[in-house]
RNA sequence: GAUCUCGUAGCUCAGCUGGUAGAGCAUGUGACUUUUAAUCACAGGGUCCAGGGUUCGAGUCCCUGCGAGAUCACCA
C-alpha cells in the first residue's frame, strides 16, 4: 500500500514505527520468553500470598491505554485473558519514554511483580518493558466494562458480521469469547479421534482430487490436471474409497475429510465442510446406532460435564437410548397415512392434503424426502434415529433383511436437523450395480446431482467386502449444535465469502 | 435463485418533508505517578459502496450494479 492511501492513524503509527527504530529499538524482535499468563494470574494470585508472582513475565497485544503523565495503565490481552499493566516512569527509565510511542494493538513483553490496585484489580507492576511487534494499522476499538454483577458489558463492539467472517482474525482478537467455539470444535475432534483411536480403527487419508465423484447425491467442483490433461472432481463423500479400504483388509477406517459440494450456500451449507466417515467390517447399522449413541453421549458428557446441552432456547439430552423410530412410522404419526410405497400420484395427493408444497415433475424418492423435511423432521428435537429408509432413497445401502422395499439405514436427528447418516452397506455386487445403474437412468433423465457408475469402485465390490456398517456426521453441524450456533459461519473459522469488490 | 432490509470517519452509529456532513470512542497536542468505558482542554480526520437519472441543488428520491444480513426455495 502506498503511504499516500494510508489514513492519519496509519500515518502516525508508522512515524512512531520510525521515531522507535531512530531511538534504537528493534519494534519486531525475534523471540520473548515468558514464563506465565494472564489467566493463571487472574485466578491464582491472593493478597496474602502476593510474593508468589513477585517476578513473572507476560507477553500480550495491548487492548487499552490510559495516560496518566508519569504513570500509564494499560491492559494486554494474551491466548488465555486481559490483565493490566501498570507502568510507572521511576520504574521503566527511558522505555517508559519509547511506550508513548505504543498504540492499542502493538504486542509487548513485560516483566514485574503482581499487586491489587486501590480499585482492586489484579494488575502487573512492570520493571521492565518491551515491545515485541508494532501493529501500523488500527483495530476496532471496544470498551469493555463490568456491570454491578460482575457481567461484560461492550462498548462499540465490533458486530458487523461481513466483516467479522472475513477478517477473522480481528474477529479473534477483540471478541476474544468466540474462540471457545473453535476450542469446543477441535476437542469435539480430538474425542472423536480418541474414541476410535481407542477401539483400533485406522485414521485414513483418500483422495481429494478424483477422476469420478460419488457417495452422495451432489453437484461437484470440477478442476482440471494439467500434466495428465484431464478434469477432476473435488470429492463430494468418502464413501466408495473407504469402503475400498475394507475390501483391501482393513477392518475399521475412518476419515475426516474436507468435502466440497458446488450448490448453494447458506446458514446451514458452506461450499467446503467437514465431514466424518468410518467403515467396520463384520457389522451391521444397528451395531452402528449403538456405537454412535455412545460415541455422541461420550464427547457431550466429557466436554460438558453433563448429558444436556442448552441449544437456542431448547434444552437437548443426550441420555441414552435415543428413541429408534421406523420412518414409516413416523410418517403415519405426523400425516395420518401411510406413504411408503404408494405411487407418485398417490403421493402428490398426499403432500397437498397435507399442505406441502411439491411439483408434479418430482420422482417418488424426491416427494418422500419433501414430505419428510417439511412433516415429520422439525418435530425430531431430542436425539432420535430414523430407522428403514425406502431402497430408492439410498442406492449404497443394503437391501433390509425382513423387507426388500426398504433399506438398513438410520440418520440421527438433533434439533429438526440430520446430524448423521448410517447404513449396512451394499455388498452385493450385483445388487449394486443395478442401483447405481438407476442412478445413471436418472441422471441421464437430467437430475445432475444423481450418482455416476463408478467401475473400478464396482470392481472392488465384486472382489467382495464384508459386511461392513458405514457412518457419516456431519461435523460443522454437531459442532453448530453442542457450540449453540445457529449459522455455520459461526463454527468455520474462514466460511467462504463472495469476493469483495473495492 | 426469489423477497425484504442495510452500506455515512479507524470502530459503533445519528442524519426528519432534498438545502455547505454529525456524535461517542479512537487519533494529535497539552495537564495529570494506583487509573479503569479514566478525566479535563483544544485540534485534525469523510470519493456518504459504485455508476447513471430527476432537480437550481441528492447522504437523502428513482434506476442499475457490487457487497452483506434476514426470510423462503434446494442440497449435508
Not at 474425542?191 to 482430487?209: C, H, K, N, S, Y
Not at 451449507?269 to 455422541?296: G, Q
Amino acid at each position: 500500500m502506498q503511504d499516500t492511501e494510508r489514513n492519519e492513524q496509519e500515518l502516525h503509527r508508522l512515524e512512531k514505527l520510525s521515531l522507535l527504530r531512530s531511538a534504537g529499538v528493534d519494534p519486531y524482535p525475534v523471540s520473548f520468553d515468558k514464563t506465565h499468563d494472564a489467566a493463571e494470574i487472574l485466578e491464582k494470585f491472593s493478597d496474602s500470598e502476593a510474593d508468589k508472582f513477585s517476578s513473572v513475565t507476560l507477553a500480550g497485544r495491548i487492548m487499552g491505554i490510559r495516560r496518566m503523565g508519569k504513570a500509564t495503565f494499560c491492559h494486554i490481552q494474551d491466548a488465555t485473558g486481559r490483565i493490566q499493566i501498570y507502568l510507572k516512569k521511576d520504574d521503566l527509565g527511558e522505555w517508559y519514554e519509547h511506550q508513548q510511542q505504543f498504540d492499542i494493538g502493538d504486542i509487548i513483553g513485560t516483566s514485574g511483580y503482581v499487586f491489587r490496585t486501590r480499585m482492586g484489580e489484579i494488575t502487573l507492576h512492570a520493571t521492565s518493558l518491551v515491545l515485541l511487534a508494532k501493529s501500523v494499522t488500527p483495530i476496532p476499538v471496544v470498551k469493555e466494562e463490568l456491570d454491578e454483577s460482575g457481567n461484560v458489558i461492550r462498548h462499540d463492539a465490533f458486530a458487523d458480521k461481513e466483516q467479522r467472517y472475513r477478517k477473522r482474525y480481528l474477529d479473534l482478537i477483540v471478541n476474544p469469547h468466540i474462540k471457545q467455539t473453535f476450542i469446543l470444535r477441535s476437542r469435539v475432534i480430538s474425542e472423536m479421534r480418541r474414541f476410535f483411536d481407542a477401539r483400533g480403527w485406522l485414521e485414513v487419508e483418500t483422495p481429494i482430487l478424483q477422476p469420478l465423484y460419488g457417495g452422495a447425491t451432489a453437484r461437484p467442483f470440477v478442476t482440471h490436471h494439467n500434466a495428465l490433461g484431464v478434469d477432476l472432481y473435488l470429492r463430494i463423500a468418502d464413501e466408495l474409497y473407504l469402503k475400498r479400504l475394507i475390501v483391501g483388509g482393513f477392518e475399521g477406517v475412518y476419515e475426516i475429510s474436507k468435502n466440497f459440494r458446488n450448490e448453494g450456500m447458506d446458514k446451514t451449507h458452506n461450499p467446503e465442510f467437514t465431514s466424518m466417515e468410518i467403515y467396520v467390517a463384520y457389522k451391521d447399522y444397528l451395531w452402528m446406532m449403538d456405537m454412535l449413541e455412545e460415541l455422541i453421549s461420550t464427547i457431550v458428557t466429557t466436554l460438558f460435564a453433563s448429558n444436556t446441552v442448552a441449544h437456542q432456547g431448547t434444552d437437548i439430552s443426550f441420555a441414552r437410548p435415543f428413541p429408534r423410530k421406523k420412518m414409516s412410522e413416523l410418517f403415519v404419526e405426523y400425516t395420518g397415512t401411510e406413504v411408503i410405497g404408494k405411487s407418485k400420484e398417490e403421493l402428490i395427493a398426499i403432500a397437498r392434503a397435507t399442505k406441502v408444497d411439491v411439483e408434479t415433475s418430482w420422482s417418488a424418492m424426491k416427494l418422500l424426502d419433501e414430505i419428510f423435511s417439511v412433516k415429520v423432521q422439525p418435530n425430531l428435537i431430542q436425539p432420535t434415529f430414523v430407522i428403514d429408509y425406502p431402497v430408492e432413497m439410498s442406492p449404497l445401502a443394503k437391501k433390509h433383511r425382513s423387507s426388500p422395499e426398504l433399506v438398513e439405514r438410520f440418520e440421527l436427528f438433533i434439533n429438526g436437523k440430520e446430524i448423521a447418516n448410517a447404513f449396512s452397506e451394499l455388498n452385493d455386487p450385483i445388487d449394486q450395480r443395478s442401483r447405481l445403474e438407476e442412478q445413471s437412468a436418472i441422471r441421464a433423465a437430467g437430475d445432475d446431482e444423481a450418482m455416476v457408475v463408478d467401475e473400478d469402485f464396482l470392481h472392488a465390490i465384486e472382489v467382495g467386502m464384508p459386511p461392513t456398517a458405514g457412518l457419516g456426521i456431519g461435523i460443522d453441524r454437531l459442532v453448530m449444535l453442542l457450540t449453540n450456533c445457529d449459522s455455520i459461519r459461526d463454527v468455520l473459522f474462514f466460511p467462504q465469502m463472495k469476493p469483495e469488490r473495492l
